[in-house]
């Protein structure tokens, strides 16, 4: 491979850490609880970085680290693999360079966030068959004489997991000031892996106590992978765009992960209706699973007695969804029944 231009990469690595330096941190938001329960639950709002997701993170991640790796030139077609989320972030990094982004997606991707990345100057590559994104894209970056950034393998290994303002770091940070500053729990769910593998190392590196669960829609490998240690284990994929893979991804790191939990369908899509009830913040179906978890930890803690912070993560906005989980004929058409979840949910502060 011919060396990059040294002086472009570098303009180029200015250009994508200007992009962090101009936002501020995402905010933590305190779910409102009863009081009397000491126990706490929070909120980290991803969904206000500049492309509306936690997504955000990892673009900018695999840019620096594909420049740094000298994968990345002047001319250089983006190629990712994406169900959405990361292809729009991916698409505006991209523009920031002046580079050509070509996504990846099952043709089953909500037609908001193709919309968003052909907004960004990106295109979007459609196929049938999700399972075979991650060879099209193979071909796709080499027949455009591109590089296939592979999110599902370079997560985990191209976000500085130490430090470095990382989602990990902020979290602890942000929980200083608060009666419960290092939590009991914190809860993500899994798409990549690579979120829950920058928690829980983190956690590990700087001795927290926390425990680290990650919530997994139905659908998804990750879970029964986890449950009996076996990487090859397959499922039919997740409804619950953003998280939930079809196979275990490379990035997905279960030695790090205390606990997972399986969240219905029907749970996740009542909880992001519940969380825009109770909070008034409209979020997407992955915050809905994340919660969904959050609220069964919390039950358990009450049950034990035990006082103390739970954290999980706004992923991006409801916008996004308007024509699936905020549709009620889509959700009729899924079959899924939200009338008992959201019962449970408004049974849960009422306890």
């Not at 080499?142 to 470095?164: C, I, K, L, P, V």
């Not at 200083?176 to 190392?201: D, F, Q, Y």
Request: net charge negative; aromatic share 8%; charged share 20%.
């Amino acid at each position: 491979m011919k060396p990059v231009d040294r002086q472009w990469v570098a303009d180029a690595v200015r250009t994508v850490e200007a992009d962090s330096n101009r936002s501020a941190d995402t905010h933590l938001h305190v779910f409102p609880l009863p009081s009397r329960w000491g126990v706490n639950l929070y909120l980290k709002d991803e969904s206000v970085h500049p492309t509306g997701s936690l997504k955000h993170r990892l673009a900018r991640s695999l840019f620096l680290y594909g420049l740094a790796n000298g994968w990345i030139g002047p001319a250089t077609t983006i190629v990712e693999a994406s169900s959405g989320s990361t292809a729009v972030s991916e698409a505006y990094f991209a523009r920031l360079l002046g580079l050509p982004f070509v996504a990846v997606m099952p043709a089953s991707t909500s037609p908001e966030k193709i919309a968003l990345i052909e907004f960004y100057g990106g295109k979007c590559h459609l196929v049938e068959d999700p399972t075979t994104i991650y060879a099209e894209s193979r071909r796709v970056a080499e027949e455009s004489g591109g590089h296939f950034m592979d999110q599902f393998t370079y997560a985990e290994r191209a976000t500085d997991w130490r430090g470095n303002n990382n989602i990990a770091e902020s979290i602890f940070q942000q929980l200083t000031l608060e009666p419960h500053p290092i939590p009991r729990w914190v809860v993500v769910g899994a798409g990549t892996g690579g979120t829950s593998a920058t928690l829980g190392r983190y956690i590990r590196y700087r001795c927290h106590p926390t425990l680290l669960a990650v919530a997994d829609p139905e659908g998804s490998a990750f879970y029964d992978s986890w449950a009996t240690g076996d990487p090859s284990v397959t499922a039919a994929g997740s409804r619950i765009e953003g998280i939930g893979r079809p196979r275990v991804e490379p990035s997905f790191v279960p030695a790090v992960i205390d606990r997972m939990m399986r969240v219905p369908d029907a749970r996740s899509i009542a909880a992001m209706r519940w969380v825009r009830e109770v909070t008034g913040r409209d979020v997407g179906g992955s915050t809905g699973t994340n919660v969904a978890a959050a609220v069964d930890l919390i039950r358990e803690m009450r049950a034990a007695g035990e006082r103390g912070s739970v954290v999980t993560l706004i992923c991006d906005g409801a916008e996004r969804y308007r024509g699936t989980y905020c549709d009620d004929r889509w959700v009729a058409a899924q079959g899924l029944d939200l009338g008992p979840h959201l019962e449970d949910f408004e049974r849960f502060l009422l306890s």
